[in-house]
């Protein structure tokens, strides 16, 4: 009895109720898959994929040709190439430059491509993702976010353009193996973390309560990022990613959003927690 008693509050003095962590995070990615299979969302992907394959013939058609001429101006210059290219000729095989050049151009482009389908996700598609998922699992959440079209879309576009610049400035270290995958996954969880996890809360949450619950929940958001950049090693989930991770970010967010309220005796309408359910989702 005495451990009930000293149990309860301390629980509502201290960490906040409801998973957190790991469990959390796990139940953000349950959630987000049982939500992607409903007609809506699966009906969401065309928009990111189809600005995103737009984005690459654009990307490909306008500077391939001037990426790759200057790619191979500068691979002339580099000893180490040139070595391995004079060693592969005398054996026999072809230059490493044929392979190499466009391998790097497609590096280089496609990745634009992709994170500009990500930034169209944040700024269009979470809004539709959040009217979705709210109405059946978060009606006690009221909205209490101010000028989130502005805050959003500046968030997407700031991130995205420090992606760009970041991946390429980063390029030459993939010549150190462990690096070229390292690089890769830690871009695209920094793009995943800093874009998405804005965009899921920025309608609900005021200003100090994004900051608490980022401040709080910093590990989780990159823990996220981090699983949803792996899946994105995966070429075929590139068609569902953008829309995808937007469902576990606002998944994720709403839920601790909800917990920070309950717990602090913000304002919360229409509802209790007992009342949220994965049906329907």
């Given at each position: 009895?005495?451990?009930?008693?000293?149990?309860?509050?301390?629980?509502?003095?201290?960490?906040?109720?409801?998973?957190?962590?790991?469990?959390?995070?796990?139940?953000?990615?349950?959630?987000?898959?049982?939500?992607?299979?409903?007609?809506?969302?699966?009906?969401?992907?065309l928009?990111?994929?189809?600005?995103a394959?737009?984005?690459?013939?654009?990307?490909?058609?306008?500077?391939?040709?001037?990426?790759?001429?200057?790619?191979?101006?500068?691979?002339?210059?580099?000893?180490?190439?040139?070595?391995?290219?004079?060693?592969?000729?005398?054996?026999?095989?072809?230059?490493?430059?044929l392979?190499?050049?466009?391998?790097?151009?497609?590096?280089?482009?496609?990745?634009?491509?992709?994170?500009?389908?990500?930034?169209?996700?944040?700024?269009?598609?979470?809004?539709?993702?959040?009217?979705?998922?709210?109405?059946?699992?978060?009606?006690?959440v009221?909205?209490?976010?101010?000028?989130?079209?502005?805050?959003?879309?500046?968030?997407?576009?700031?991130?995205?353009?420090?992606?760009v610049?970041?991946?390429?400035?980063?390029?030459?270290?993939?010549?150190?193996?462990?690096?070229?995958?390292?690089?890769?996954?830690?871009?695209?969880?920094?793009?995943?973390n800093?874009?998405?996890?804005?965009?899921?809360?920025?309608?609900?949450?005021?200003?100090?309560?994004?900051?608490?619950?980022?401040?709080?929940?910093?590990?989780?958001?990159?823990?996220?990022?981090?699983?949803?950049?792996l899946?994105?090693?995966?070429?075929?989930?590139?068609?569902?990613?953008?829309?995808?991770?937007?469902?576990?970010?606002?998944?994720?967010?709403?839920?601790?959003?909800?917990?920070?309220?309950?717990?602090?005796?913000?304002?919360?309408?229409?509802?209790?927690?007992?009342?949220?359910?994965?049906?329907?989702?």
């Amino acid at each position: 009895m005495s451990v009930m008693n000293n149990a309860g509050p301390a629980s509502s003095r201290g960490s906040l109720p409801g998973p957190v962590g790991f469990a959390a995070v796990g139940l953000a990615f349950r959630r987000a898959v049982v939500s992607q299979i409903h007609p809506k969302m699966l009906a969401a992907l065309l928009m990111p994929f189809a600005i995103a394959l737009l984005g690459a013939i654009v990307l490909l058609w306008g500077f391939w040709t001037p990426l790759t001429g200057w790619l191979d101006d500068q691979a002339s210059q580099w000893d180490v190439v040139n070595h391995i290219d004079q060693w592969m000729l005398a054996i026999g095989w072809v230059s490493v430059k044929l392979y190499a050049v466009p391998v790097m151009a497609a590096a280089i482009l496609l990745p634009m491509a992709g994170i500009l389908g990500l930034v169209i996700a944040a700024i269009f598609v979470m809004p539709i993702v959040l009217r979705h998922i709210e109405r059946r699992q978060y009606t006690d959440v009221a909205r209490q976010g101010q000028h989130a079209v502005t805050v959003g879309a500046w968030n997407a576009v700031v991130v995205g353009v420090v992606f760009v610049i970041g991946w390429g400035l980063t390029m030459p270290l993939w010549l150190f193996p462990p690096l070229a995958l390292v690089l890769p996954v830690f871009w695209w969880a920094f793009a995943f973390n800093r874009i998405m996890r804005v965009d899921a809360m920025v309608e609900h949450a005021t200003a100090i309560e994004r900051r608490q619950l980022w401040r709080r929940h910093n590990a989780s958001y990159w823990l996220i990022g981090l699983l949803l950049s792996l899946l994105n090693l995966l070429p075929p989930m590139w068609l569902v990613l953008p829309v995808f991770s937007a469902l576990v970010f606002a998944h994720f967010s709403l839920e601790a959003l909800r917990q920070y309220r309950h717990h602090t005796g913000s304002s919360v309408v229409g509802g209790t927690p007992e009342q949220e359910s994965d049906k329907g989702a």
